[in-house]
């Protein structure tokens, strides 16, 4: 069942204490970060006021999870790892009350093993840091030059930072704070981070039993649809692993990824393979994922979707407890953002690249006092299918999430179970 668990690990960035095989077989992406267009409501004359940003962001490159067997290998020494002097804050990681750190089983588990060269699996690279900072500075240049939203020294009454347990999302929030705010701080940033078990950043299949029954019998059945193994069984043959090795798409790519984006030597094998790979790793995704059915997707992400609805509505009835929180910063995994793209309808087919961002900001109408959601992927606006406009109502915007969302509690009541959900 480990076993197992370790690929069906990559499906959701997944469990914190299934760890580190969980995370190890799964997810990266070079691509750089898109650039962002000024959008109308920066400018003071726009009918649009800004009320909330929430943004969701993956990590950034980082070393592989796992190295593809029998093939030529790649050395990741330490020095790729080392931070530019840019990316430094005093920060410090609590549990979500402010208290010590939580243990992070995930990353304990990474540190069992070493990577060719000396390194552990899945940690943020000097690349990896240096996307983070360009996010924040893209984000300094919407919220703060353009629109004096934000203010340019960080304020924890202002900004709200939480990160899933692990290193190299604890590093990448960092790292997008120091490139938001340029390094000024009057105060320590809080970096809150939760119980393995309670974790709603990724699909947690340690903390949700039904949902690690699902997932594992998709992404065991994933491995035999005929089109994925067949191509499967060429690849294996053309790099020369052996028949024994346990591989699958999801693991090579993220091998390639990671070894591409640093400079690293690729098996001359992998070029003509390299869409295919990436195509393939998506499909054994949607696969596990299954979005045709609501319920992967909600047992998935429904609790984060449910909080994001409930910071804009604290926002708008006063009911917060930050009455000055403006921005809502979520560093997580391409796990995460995979079945959220797919909850909201706006799923590419393609891999989450390092650095990518769902931004959901919240907007009210001068005039009118309506309220509105906008969405952006990668720096560029989203028209969510069920919305009537980019800028959506925010009651169609909550009708789509509610699809999706999960309150924790009927979220914890239909992981307990055996039935799942009902479709209304």
């Given at each position: 069942m ?5 690929r ?9 204490a299934?760890g ?13 970060v898109?650039?962002?267009c000024p ?8 009918p649009?006021e800004?009320?909330l ?6 990590h950034g490159?980082?070393?592989p999870?796992r190295?593809i067997?029998d ?7 330490p020095a790729?790892?080392?931070?530019p002097p840019?990316?430094h804050i ?18 304990d588990?990474?540190r ?8 552990y699996p899945?940690?943020?690279t000097?690349?990896?840091m ?8 893209r ?7 353009e629109?004096?939203?934000?203010n340019?020294?960080?304020s924890?009454?202002?900004v709200?930072v939480?990160?899933?347990n ?8 960092k790292?997008?704070i120091?490139g938001?705010f340029?390094q000024?701080?009057k105060e320590?940033?809080p ?7 309670s ?6 299949f340690h903390?949700?039993?039904l949902?690690?029954t699902?997932?594992?019998?998709r992404w ?6 005929p089109d994925i193994a067949a ?9 020369g ?14 091998d390639?990824?990671?070894?591409e984006?640093h400079?690293?030597?690729c ?8 869409n ?10 949607c696969?596990?994922l299954?979005?045709s059915k ?10 984060l ?8 509505e604290?926002?708008?009835?006063g ?11 979520y ?5 995460t953002?995979?079945?959220c793209?797919?909850?909201l309808?706006i ?12 931004t959901?900001?919240?907007h009210?109408?001068?005039q009118?006092?309506?309220t509105f ?6 720096g ?15 009651q169609?915007?909550?009708q789509?999430?509610s699809a999706y969302?999960?309150s924790?509690?009927?979220y ?6 055996t039935?799942g959900l009902?479709?209304?």
């Amino acid at each position: 069942m480990r076993n197992l668990w370790g690929r069906a690990c990559m499906i959701g960035s997944v469990s914190a204490a299934f760890g580190s095989m969980l995370w190890s077989q799964q997810k990266t992406e070079p691509d750089q970060v898109a650039s962002s267009c000024p959008s109308s409501d920066t400018n003071p004359s726009s009918p649009y006021e800004l009320k909330l940003v929430q943004v969701l962001f993956r990590h950034g490159a980082r070393t592989p999870l796992r190295s593809i067997p029998d093939v030529m290998e790649a050395q990741w020494v330490p020095a790729l790892l080392d931070p530019p002097p840019h990316t430094h804050i005093n920060y410090v990681v609590t549990d979500l009350h402010g208290g010590p750190q939580p243990p992070a089983p995930v990353e304990d588990n990474y540190r069992k093993s070493l990577l060719p060269g000396g390194t552990y699996p899945g940690q943020l690279t000097t690349v990896g840091m240096q996307q983070l900072y360009e996010l924040g500075k893209r984000l300094r240049r919407r919220y703060i030059e353009e629109s004096n939203f934000l203010n340019a020294t960080f304020s924890p009454a202002e900004v709200y930072v939480r990160s899933t347990n692990i290193v190299r999302t604890i590093e990448s929030a960092k790292c997008l704070i120091a490139g938001l705010f340029q390094q000024k701080q009057k105060e320590i940033v809080p970096i809150v981070t939760s119980e393995a078990e309670s974790e709603i950043l990724y699909p947690n299949f340690h903390g949700c039993k039904l949902l690690k029954t699902l997932a594992g019998h998709r992404w065991a059945e994933s491995a035999t649809l005929p089109d994925i193994a067949a191509d499967l069984q060429s690849i294996q043959s053309a790099l020369g692993i052996a028949a024994h090795q346990h591989v699958d798409f999801i693991l090579i790519r993220d091998d390639m990824v990671a070894r591409e984006i640093h400079g690293l030597p690729c098996p001359p094998a992998l070029d003509t393979w390299r869409n295919k790979v990436e195509q393939r790793a998506v499909d054994m995704m949607c696969h596990v994922l299954e979005p045709s059915k609501r319920e992967h997707l909600q047992l998935s992400v429904g609790p984060l979707l449910h909080t994001l609805v409930d910071n804009i509505e604290a926002k708008l009835q006063g009911t917060s407890s930050e009455p000055n929180r403006k921005l809502f910063l979520y560093s997580v995994h391409d796990t995460t953002l995979m079945p959220c793209l797919m909850a909201l309808g706006i799923f590419d087919m393609r891999w989450p690249p390092y650095a990518a961002d769902i931004t959901v900001e919240l907007h009210q109408k001068k005039q009118t006092n309506e309220t509105f959601v906008k969405v952006s992927y990668t720096g560029q606006d989203q028209l969510i299918p069920g919305c009537s406009g980019v800028y959506c109502p925010l009651q169609e915007f909550k009708q789509v999430v509610s699809a999706y969302s999960l309150s924790s509690e009927l979220y914890q009541s239909i992981c307990d179970s055996t039935g799942g959900l009902t479709e209304p």
